[in-house]
């Protein structure tokens, strides 16, 4: 029996063969008892804030395939509605009839995570010494785990001489591990046993080959595999979670992150900016974390970013240096940065087309050195108010076996889908990648 991870796999192999000439085709995948229907997608036009689109998610593709839950095998079907591909499926398999019981549902389960070790140069000794640390539900990314371990034994970064970890560091949000690394150890070699890339199959075929790999280091010792992960298809229709004003998303933001872990920017600071009207009632009456560790650092007056307090993204993305078009500069001079995830800077989209005014305040990850963006969420509010559930939902995930936490990651994704419809509608957007790799087990 195989899990999504490794159809996913078997699918973007049968989308792109060796030798397949243009952009790679995207997998779209729907789960049902015996499998999954595979198609390819048109590649969705970049989330850049100058593009101003939305892409609806695709239903059906013009290729189908279905990869079998028992065997692994793909077998091609006719291009027709994913239902109808379902039902002959299960009609030539005998599982069309009321008489044939249905699948039990699996139970979510998360990925093996990640470990990391460092080889430094032992501080009392000069001689040769390795560390390893292994990525758990609610915990700090193992990389960063293995950074504060070496700080603990007094090692200088400077003298760690490799870093190896079993999936290549994410550079993705959830505290971009890949871009930490090399800046943090400037005198080390890095390597990995499986890529983790920028695309969703490349990252389940990193992730199903260290499966492998787990699977056949166990057997050698004679002790039982974990769990295999199962990742649970993102729900299509949630019921939408009841509205928080923003007076109670301030009471709800102190209860979780505490009296000072919450910043009301000054009234005045704001009235300068073109923040939409909604955006700055947010930021006046509920305020904003002023951290949420990996994913979230409010700018602060004491330390404004370069450009000033709540600048434009154009003004700060010059004044720290950026490779951006100026047509794309252009764009962003439409954009207020409130903060950052690490790397990327978070901002609120102020302008828009006339045709696309429902863009009007939705939040976006901008890319430093090209001004590429992300899509976060539609609105300042739903982004903070996700964040707090985030940050509980680590905090209960802490010490769970990966059943526990898949059925803790299950529940958040339909949360935030609850929350927001439009934060998990691609797998590209913000969120869908910091669940993603929450199924895989990296934190």
């Keep these: 029996m195989i ?38 997608v048109p590649p969705p036009p970049e989330v850049d804030p100058q593009t101003g689109q939305r892409r609806p998610p695709a239903e059906v593709g013009a290729a189908c395939g279905v990869v079998d839950r028992a065997s692994g095998e793909l077998t091609v079907w006719p291009s027709v509605p994913v239902d109808e591909v379902v039902r002959m499926y299960q009609h030539k ?19 093996p995570g990640n470990t990391a070790v460092a080889t430094y140069a032992d501080p009392s000794t000069g001689e040769e010494t390795s560390l390893a640390r292994v990525s758990a539900p609610g915990q700090p990314p193992a990389e960063f785990q293995l950074y504060d371990e070496l700080q603990r034994l007094g090692v200088h970064p400077a003298n760690v001489r490799a870093v190896h970890t079993d999936l290549r560091s994410a550079l993705l949000p959830g505290g971009y591990p890949g871009d930490f690394i090399l800046r943090t150890f400037p005198n080390a070699t890095f390597s990995c046993t499986e890529g983790y890339g920028m695309r969703p199959e490349e990252r389940a075929e990193g992730v199903a080959g260290l499966l492998r790999h787990v699977e056949m280091m166990h057997q050698l010792a004679g002790r039982q595999a974990p769990p295999r992960p199962h990742r649970v298809p993102v729900p299509q229709r949630v019921e939408a979670a009841p509205q928080m004003r923003d007076v109670a998303l301030g009471k709800h933001l102190v209860e979780v992150f505490g009296p000072q872990g919450v910043t009301r920017p000054d009234a005045d600071d704001l009235a300068t900016t073109q923040l939409p009207e909604a955006t700055k009632g947010t930021l006046i009456w509920a305020g904003l974390p002023a951290q949420v560790p990996f994913f979230f650092t409010a700018d602060r007056p004491e330390a404004p970013p370069a450009g000033g307090l709540f600048p434009d993204v154009a003004t700060y993305l010059r004044a720290t240096g950026t490779e951006a078009k100026e047509q794309t500069l252009a764009t962003l001079a439409g954009y207020v940065r409130i903060g950052t995830d690490g790397l990327y800077t978070l901002a609120v989209q102020c ?4 045709e696309n005014q429902n863009l009007v305040g939705t939040v976006w990850a901008v890319q430093p050195s090209s001004g590429g963006g992300r899509f976060v969420n539609r609105t300042l509010s739903a982004y903070f108010r996700s964040l707090a559930l985030l940050a509980t939902t680590r905090a209960q995930m ?28 691609d797998d590209s957007n913000w969120w869908s990648l910091v669940i993603e790799q929450m199924w895989h087990g990296l934190f």
Excluded at 93 to 111: D, F, I, K, N, R
């Design 93 to 111: 398999h005998g599982a069309g009839s009321a008489a044939a019981p249905a699948a039990p549902a699996e139970p979510p389960v998360t990925g």
């Design 3 to 40: 899990n999504q991870a490794q159809a996913h796999a078997t699918a973007a192999r049968w989308l792109n063969p060796e030798g397949h000439q243009g952009p790679p085709r995207e997998v779209a995948m729907q789960e049902f008892d015996l499998g999954w229907v595979v198609w390819a």
């Design 398 to 425: 802490q010490g769970m076996d990966p059943y526990a936490a898949g059925a803790a990651v299950a529940a958040f994704q339909e949360q935030i889908a609850a929350i927001d419809s439009w934060a998990l509608d």
């Design 351 to 354: 302008t828009a087309a006339e």
